[in-house]
């Protein structure tokens, strides 16, 4: 099974921005897409945003214009730049793919204050 480890995260002021990363164990950015999504204290998880193999992109409106998904294959790392963070922003974030059912990492604890 596929490997997933996000790091990254951290405390923010409203207005900030991060950056965090994927290292996946294996390369499958050519033939998989990669997703990020996010889970905060007592809602479900839902996903942020995903890249296609293809290198098409496609985001949750509640962050389409502030976060950018990317890749980089030569690092087996997928990206997550976040900018103009709101306080409900704050999640917990993991990675995660369609290779092979995917799998879910330990995530990455966002969290930005007001």
């Known amino acids: 099974q596929v490997q997933l480890v996000e790091s990254g995260g951290g405390l923010v002021q409203a207005g900030g921005s991060l950056k965090l990363s994927c290292v996946v164990s294996?390369?499958?950015?050519?033939?998989?897409?990669m997703y990020w999504y996010r889970q905060a204290p007592g809602k479900q998880r839902e996903q942020v945003a995903y890249?296609?193999?293809?290198?098409?992109?496609g985001y949750a409106n509640s962050v389409k214009g502030r976060f950018t998904i990317s890749r980089d294959a030569a690092k087996n790392t997928l990206y997550l730049q976040m900018n103009s963070l709101k306080p409900e922003d704050t999640a917990i974030y993991y990675c995660?793919?369609?290779?092979?059912?995917?799998?879910w990492g330990q995530g990455t604890q966002v969290t930005v204050s007001s």
């Open positions: 294996e390369s499958i950015f050519s033939i998989s897409t």
């Open positions: 890249i296609r193999s293809t290198g098409f992109t």
């Open positions: 995660n793919t369609n290779y092979r059912g995917g799998s």
